[in-house]
């Protein structure tokens, strides 16, 4: 679904993303993940047209989207939520997601004025389905209260409702873990699933809950320095050396071995068998 080809970022001589190349295909749940700093959000931004790009091409479904402005993508059914959600805070959550669709009715003044019938109905369709995303994902008794009074992950939910409000073709979530406790974590993850399995949406997930990313994901792909790092299931990235070099740094990783190698050492040298920790070597001295 989306192609992302040689794509460069440059704020002035810092190089946020520098010749990134990555696939997201339909119906997949694409992760990405990398140390802070990596490239991550500003390549969301530069796909979602937060920001234009240096140099590089974005394709959706083979059409170019490079430096197309956010609300020509949202109409396109390219979304994206952000690290801190954006909520209308002093309107209800209901009215949040009624918000959303654009060209209703009742944003002419010609129409407040001959239209009152045309816009009463689409209101109607407007409450429904909002009741609807909300009963989805189980926060309907929240439906009346203030935006601005939810907690970190039902605002979280809340952004997620928002893209369903405009059936959304590929979301790209943006560090939807970030404060949120497990439980609702958990809940924002079965939501996602949902979402993918019964109604086709396609997302790119950033996170750093590594637990989160494994449940959800396939493919996951690793941003380093600006740059796609690799690419596989959650698993083999979990075990690939270059991945955990980036993300500890190759003094703290030799660091790490060593000490491995240290506390080894100490066990077999009081007659434990590797990895039997010093009780072993005890019994063997006793």
Request: with cysteine.
């Amino acid at each position: 679904m989306i192609r992302v080809e040689n794509l460069h970022k440059q704020f002035g001589g810092f190089r946020a993303v520098d010749g990134a190349s990555l696939e997201i295909a339909t119906g997949s749940i694409t992760g990405l993940i990398g140390p802070n700093g990596a490239g991550k959000s500003t390549l969301f931004n530069v796909i979602a047209g937060v920001h234009t790009p240096t140099s590089g091409k974005v394709t959706m479904d083979g059409e170019d989207i490079t430096g197309l402005a956010p609300h020509q993508l949202f109409h396109k059914g390219l979304l994206r939520t952000f690290q801190i959600a954006h909520e209308f805070p002093s309107m209800t959550v209901r009215e949040n997601l009624m918000m959303v669709p654009g060209g209703q009715s009742g944003e002419t003044l010609w129409n407040t004025w001959f239209g009152r019938g045309r816009i009463a109905r689409q209101e109607a369709d407007l409450l429904k389905k909002a009741d609807e995303v909300l009963d989805f994902l189980t926060i309907s008794h929240l439906r009346d209260e203030k935006a601005g009074n939810l907690s970190g992950g039902q605002k979280k939910l809340l952004e997620l409702g928002r893209t369903m409000m405009v059936e959304a073709k590929i979301v790209f979530l943006d560090e939807v873990g970030a404060g949120v406790n497990r439980t609702l974590l958990n809940t924002i993850g079965d939501a996602i699933v949902r979402l993918n399995k019964e109604r086709g949406y396609t997302f790119c997930v950033i996170e750093h809950d590594m637990d989160f990313i494994g449940r959800l994901c396939d493919p996951v792909i690793v941003m380093a320095e600006g740059k796609v790092l690799a690419e596989g299931s959650a698993e083999s990235i979990m075990q690939n050396e270059a991945v955990i070099e980036a993300y500890l740094g190759t003094g703290l990783k030799n660091r790490v071995k060593a000490e491995i190698a240290s506390e080894t050492a100490h066990h077999e040298s009081h007659g434990a068998q590797p990895g039997l920790g010093d009780e072993a070597g005890k019994e063997a001295e006793a």
